[in-house]
């Protein structure tokens, strides 16, 4: 790959980065020796100018890596864009190949990792863990308004059956649940493994608890929005734990208030950028939408932590440095997964 004498190489910046982003890709860099420029700040058309000499630049799922980003990356000789994870629905692969940057992507970190933040929202919401943690802190032993369900015999609707709606389908398997599942390929081992796949009609029809896995595009963009609802069961529980953009915010909240909705877990929100690995607790939140989804008792928000495991950061930062790597090598990848433009 020719790399322009402007531009060194061996240097990544990484952008959004946070105190364990450091912690982990610092430690792994062990092997690797790469030069690392860590900045907090969001990678958009106002900070590319932080980059100093650097050909990679390596970047989280809220910055912005759309045409003009891009442009300004290619002017200052960056050759490689590296997601450090798997979602890239904030990048203009288009606009990419036209500058010839390269873009590559953590394609299976740890699929575990964000199934089992799934399934953990689903017993919260369910069993009200959270409420009675408080509420026996207080010595309030008390039982009413934690009522749960037994999750064994409920059907669960599963969009997206790539690595994490997979491992999430095991998992719901595992509590006895009967499993529906939506993808646009079908996948013969979970049939085997006792999953139908159906239609997304029939999701929205038969499920007690639907779960999005599928990416952020065109075709999914807010799958689940006035006329899906009005489809599902009363009191279903949705969980997103994919990407704010599948859900119709204003939708969700208008069934939440009519009951229709009767849970609703959150890791991602369509607004996500302005709010979520932030510390703002001394701030007037001006995003409305939020604040009246954290009002409803029977709604939880987790801030996009279902990745958040050290399985996962290890393999992140571990793949992260193994593309890059081969990308300047041979100009490929052999994940071919992980190879996006
Ligand atoms: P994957 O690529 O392995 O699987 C995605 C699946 O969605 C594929 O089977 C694909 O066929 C299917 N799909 C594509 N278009 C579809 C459509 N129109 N309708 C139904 N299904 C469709 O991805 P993955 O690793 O399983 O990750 C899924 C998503 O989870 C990512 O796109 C990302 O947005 C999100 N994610 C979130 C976190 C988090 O921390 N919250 C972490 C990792 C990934």
Do not use: W
């Not at 890709?25 to 100018?49: A, R, W």
């Not at 008390?142 to 599963?158: A, E, P, V, Y």
């Not at 929205?204 to 899906?228: A, E, G, M, R, Y």
């Amino acid at each position: 790959m020719s790399l322009s004498t402007t531009s060194n190489s061996n240097k990544i910046a990484l952008f959004s980065t946070q105190p364990y982003d450091k912690t982990f890709f610092n430690k792994y860099n062990m092997d690797f020796g790469f030069e690392l420029d860590f900045f907090e700040t969001q990678l958009n058309s106002q900070t590319v100018i932080l980059i100093e000499n650097a050909s990679i630049v390596c970047v989280f799922v809220n910055d912005i890596v759309n045409e003009t980003v891009i442009k300004q990356l290619a002017e200052k000789g960056v050759k490689i864009i590296a997601l450090r994870c798997a979602g890239f629905n904030n990048v203009d692969l288009e606009a990419a190949k036209k500058y010839n940057l390269k873009v590559c992507r953590v394609p299976a970190y740890s699929p575990q990792a964000v199934a089992e933040h799934a399934m953990a929202m689903i017993l919260t919401l369910n069993r009200k863990t959270h409420k009675a943690y408080n509420r026996v802190r207080e010595q309030n032993f008390s039982l009413n308004g934690l009522l749960g369900f037994d999750l064994f015999g409920k059907t669960i609707g599963i969009i997206g059956t790539g690595n994490i709606g997979k491992a999430f389908a095991k998992i719901a398997l595992g509590f006895g649940c009967k499993v529906l599942a939506y993808d646009i390929v079908t996948n013969a081992e979970m049939e085997k493994d006792g999953v139908k796949f159906v239609s997304l009609e029939e999701i929205f029809k038969s499920s007690d608890i639907v779960s999005l896995h599928c990416p952020l595009n065109d075709q999914t963009k807010h799958v689940i929005n006035k006329k899906s609802i009005a489809l599902m069961k009363d009191s279903v529980m949705i969980i997103n734990t994919s990407r704010g953009g599948l859900i119709e915010t204003a939708s969700v909240i208008e069934g939440l208030k009519e009951g229709k909705i009767g849970y609703l877990g959150i890791d991602v929100y369509e607004q996500e950028e302005k709010l979520f690995f932030r510390d703002l607790s001394d701030d007037i939140i001006q995003d409305d939408a939020i604040q009246r989804l954290m009002s409803f008792p029977n709604v939880l928000v987790t801030a996009h932590q279902a990745f958040f495991t050290n399985e996962a950061l290890t393999q992140i930062a571990l793949v992260t440095f193994n593309n890059i790597k081969s990308l300047l090598a041979q100009n490929d990848i052999e994940n071919k997964a992980a190879l996006l433009a």
